[in-house]
């Protein structure tokens, strides 16, 4: 299955988070640099996932992000079903119009399945305990962090 580029970044982003040393703050520049994403692209993901409790934002001049409770507890499966929650994989409809097969389509609903199949095979990954050292501490050393131990 292909996830988003959205649900892509807000992974990596979650990876960053929770690898960083407790309590560090990014700010977006900081995880667009270390996840290799567009600061907007990267912005814009931050803004989910504080919505869904993921990370702690602090506003203003001294701003930032860090991992709040919830997220280093997060599983790839329940972040990727708030990330990556296309209604439907198949494209049934469409500009040029709706596919002459929808009437009764069973498809949609075997594709359906199959996707909540992949983020249930998810489910059982904390992404806190993804990240190892020689992953992401060229990444830190990039932004100024200190390495992982």
Do not use: Y
């Not at 929770?18 to 990267?42: I, K």
């Amino acid at each position: 299955m292909k996830i988003s580029t959205f649900a892509d970044v807000g992974l990596r982003v979650l990876l960053v988070l929770t690898a960083a040393p407790e309590g560090t703050q990014l700010t977006s520049h900081q995880l667009a640099e270390a996840v290799g994403s567009p600061r907007n692209h990267v912005s814009k993901t931050l803004t989910r996932l504080g919505e869904l409790g993921l990370l702690d934002v602090v506003r203003g001049r001294n701003g930032g992000v860090r991992i709040s409770a919830a997220g280093m507890t997060a599983t790839v499966g329940q972040v990727l079903r708030e990330l990556d929650n296309k209604p439907d994989i198949a494209v049934c409809h469409s500009d040029h119009g709706n596919c002459p097969l929808i009437g009764d389509c069973r498809l949609r609903f075997a594709l359906r399945d199959a996707q909540e199949a992949f983020f249930a095979a998810l489910d059982g990954i904390v992404i806190s305990s993804l990240p190892t050292p020689a992953q992401v501490n060229p990444v830190f050393a990039s932004i100024g962090l200190r390495p992982m131990a």
